[in-house]
């Protein structure tokens, strides 16, 4: 049933999946092994969670500490798998990386301008993050750096 989705943290077992979820979203999926290993190896400080539905993997999110901040971190990446889009995973995910980060003051998001991340603007938006800088030709040229954050209760 779309919508429900329960977080959790990654498997080994996950990667397979994952990997294609980055490669269809954000970044070649054979970048995912050496990503998430620490996390799955106990080490570093990187957050990690998992949406998965019927236990299957259909989107992942990860967070990592802002060096030299007074716990502030900085969402790396959130991607579901595209025919989900809209359904629900990329909302469950956020709250979990929120709700995971008890204790952190600021989550700090990056993303850009270009008409393909048009959906991820008003996403995080709608979830509460505020629109606070625009870096231009941050990125390249012709891509500006958008940057959202939210503060947390913690």
């Known amino acids: 049933m779309p919508g429900s989705y329960q977080t959790r943290a ?54 990592l500490p802002e060096a030299l901040t007074d716990r502030t971190w900085n969402l790396r990446a959130i991607a579901t798998a595209p025919a989900l889009h809209g359904a629900g995973a990329g909302t469950a995910l956020l709250s ?5 980060l008890s ?30 800088a625009t870096i231009p030709a941050f990125f390249g040229p012709d891509e500006d750096k958008v940057t959202f954050v939210k503060s947390l209760p913690g």
């Not at 995912?32 to 620490?38: A, C, D, L, W």
């Open 10 to 63: 990654p498997r080994d077992s996950d990667i397979p999946l994952l990997a294609a979820i980055a490669d269809e979203t954000l970044f070649p999926g054979d970048m995912m092994e050496s990503m998430i290993r620490p996390c799955l190896d106990g080490q570093g400080d990187d957050l990690w969670r998992v949406a998965v539905q019927d236990d299957t993997p259909v989107g992942f999110a990860f967070a």
């Open 96 to 100: 979990a990386i929120e709700t995971a």
């Open 103 to 132: 204790g952190a003051r600021l989550i700090v998001i990056d993303t850009t301008q270009t008409p393909d991340q048009d959906r991820a603007r008003r996403f995080y938006a709608a979830r509460g993050y505020v629109h606070v």
